[in-house]
């Protein structure tokens, strides 16, 4: 089964500083789909960027980007330029690309609670 | 678009009580999702659809039932809260070529 693994309770950055989320996961399958989501204090989730695993060029969202790493099967947060409404729990996830109904569901971490002081 | 909506945002219920939290999305998404939220468990997979008419149960399907009478509408049924089910609900869709779910806004849930 797959599991996603986030070793960062807690961080802090300072503000217009980056800062980097860990995302570990674990599957046998080649094909899948990797997302952070983003959930400030509104409890609101977010979709901040999504990666397909078949692309090897790291998917970017203005000050958003990831370091995927397939072999490794690490997929990194950076968070450039931080700013004060930054500060939420962020979640990386998976997904199956293949099957259907349940072997499609979202795979969640436990989520990274991200500080921004000014 | 709204997106995906949900009522109500907050609840109160006495254990044994029923409810239906309710959700809708109006992009035409086939597969709508409900998760509940809490603390240091991150989000689980209550129930699930594919399709109107067709549901299934996911990570923590008991105490809740679901129904999908129509594309847009997959409202979560708890039949006799308990205090278990304190808990932040999302609803979420998506379509069934993407790969990117939309979240509903939650509902908290408090179970006396």
């Known amino acids: 089964a797959q599991t996603v693994t986030q070793s960062q309770p807690e961080m802090s950055v300072q503000e217009a500083e980056t800062v980097t989320l860990s995302c570990t996961y674990d599957?046998?399958?080649?094909?899948?789909?990797l997302f952070w989501y983003k959930q400030p204090p509104s409890r609101q989730m977010i979709l901040v960027i999504r990666q397909e695993a078949y692309k090897q060029q790291n998917a970017t969202e203005n000050r958003f980007s990831v370091n995927f790493q397939k072999a490794a099967k690490s997929f990194s947060l950076k968070i450039s330029d931080s700013q004060l409404g930054d500060a939420a729990m962020y979640f990386c996830?998976?997904?199956?690309?293949?099957?259907?109904?349940?072997?499609?569901?979202?795979?969640w971490g436990l989520g990274t609670s991200l500080a921004v002081n000014p | 678009n709204a997106g995906v909506t949900q009522t109500p945002k907050f609840q109160v219920l006495k254990t044994g009580q029923s409810m239906t939290l309710q959700c809708a999305q109006d992009m035409n998404h086939e597969y709508m999702s409900w998760y509940r939220q809490d603390p240091g468990m991150g989000l689980r997979l209550i129930h699930y659809?594919?399709?109107?008419?067709?549901?299934d149960q996911g990570e923590v399907p008991n105490g809740y039932n679901v129904s999908r009478s129509t594309t847009e509408d997959f409202p979560l049924r708890l039949l006799s809260a308990a205090p278990s089910q304190t808990s932040v609900y999302f609803c979420?869709?998506?379509?069934?070529?993407?790969?990117?779910?939309?979240f509903g806004p939650g509902t908290r849930l408090l179970v006396l």
């Open positions: 659809s594919v399709g109107a008419g067709i549901t």
């Open positions: 979420a869709s998506r379509g069934r070529i993407q790969e990117t779910q939309y």
């Open positions: 996830a998976y997904r199956s690309a293949r099957g259907a109904g349940n072997n499609r569901k979202l795979i």
């Open positions: 599957t046998s399958e080649s094909d899948y789909y």
